[in-house]
């Protein structure tokens, strides 16, 4: 039984400023919390329904899911973890830098992907939604328990790197005509605005994703998505 | 001013068996509404909250439009348009298809890759969620009023199609090295459980997007997110 002022607690984490106080998170559904636990993350509490064989937990009524989820539908699993320490960023492996990015549901698809194609450090600037943001976290299916988000000045970060940086921008050239540094960093814009101005001055290639030629075609990507396709020619072996 | 009928007859197409009924489905937001009248649909009806200058409206406030949108926050503009007709599937394009797509966003989203790519035709089964479903009119951005969705026994229909069927799955050849036939289809499968097995036996060829091949990674990549990756590569020059 939780009590009143540990319910409180739990769904004050859906705030970030909670968050970066109490310096913990929440994960939801046995998917999420398992990819976190196989990933050596050590939770704080684990709240459940029904039995676990991977993790200690505290065993509750679905109803006290109900109070404490982040979810209009509560899942029968729900984690608190510690946040990850801030540290520099320092690799030379090809990134992913994100200006601007709103949408919980797109950057949970991109660390996703990102994931997927064994990308492990995505630069983000001040302004891109928290990637312990709850929709963040459920949307990401657990990758986010293996990828490193680091929250930056976008512009200080890409004046002081060295690497080509590439952006996805709608008036670019083919980027299946681009090369792709291995070291290099693929900026990917805002949703209603792509790419910032000052950003775009950084860049040492603007790449594009040709449309249909023929007749009128959608006028944009989603970023997730632009994402996608663009990752998935630069890790074309 | 809409009478209480009017109002209650628009909320109602939200639901699929109502647009069936009357034929009718509903588009929201000026940028879709826009896509819509552009590519030669006519509106039966447009609510509009401020001037528009490429159709004809009927004036209202904001709290009619709250009152029949079919979201929690309603846009400016709601129009009502007629269902298209349903014909006979008949093109030798490239095509997608769909078996069991059950979530709006994902229909939506490839709706709009495919209208970037110029497909002009998706054949869905039956049970993959309807196009005209407001969600996922939506999420098309307004690229499903340019897309045609064909909706039918998938099994039979693929039966019958002479071009090759590429399937995407997690267990099959890399994409990167496969021709793909400029009539064929790719089938993509469920959310949750792939290409149905009574597909996949009609499948020419089963492919997959690799991924990294060091450590641990993401389990599987979200179906739109996976079907840009594989559009990506295909409309490669």
Same mark, same amino acid.
Request: hydrophobic share 25%; net charge negative.
């Given at each position: 039984m939780l009590s009143k002022n540990e319910l409180k607690q739990i769904r004050q984490l859906a705030s970030k400023k909670y968050r970066s106080k109490t310096g913990l998170f929440v994960a939801e559904g046995i998917k999420v919390v398992r990819e976190f636990c196989d990933s050596g993350w050590n939770p704080q509490a684990v709240y459940s329904v029904n039995d676990l064989d991977f993790v200690s937990f505290t065993k509750v009524d679905q109803a006290t899911l109900d109070q404490i989820t982040h979810f209009s539908t509560a899942s029968s699993v729900l984690a608190v973890f510690k946040l990850p320490e801030q540290k520099e960023y320092s690799s030379d492996e090809f990134s992913v830098a994100l200006d601007s990015i709103s949408d919980p549901g797109n950057l949970g698809t991109i660390i996703r992907l990102c994931d997927w194609f064994g990308i492990k450090n995505i630069i983000c600037s +001040?302004?891109?939604?928290?990637?312990?943001n709850p929709k963040v976290v459920q949307s990401t299916m657990g990758s986010i328990a293996r990828i490193k988000c680091y929250y930056c000045d976008l512009e200080a970060f890409l004046k002081n790197h060295a690497a080509p940086v590439y952006g996805a921008c709608?008036?670019?050239?083919s980027f299946y005509t681009q090369d792709f540094d291995a070291k290099g960093v693929l900026v990917m814009g805002s949703?209603? +605005?792509?790419?910032s101005p000052e950003i775009k001055k950084l860049l040492s290639e603007k790449i594009t994703i040709p449309a249909a030629s023929d007749g009128p075609h959608a006028e944009s990507l989603n970023v997730a998505m632009a994402t996608a396709i663009i990752l998935g020619e630069i890790y074309r072996p």
């Open positions: +001040h302004d891109t939604v928290d990637c312990f709608l008036e670019g050239t949703e209603s +605005h792509g790419i």
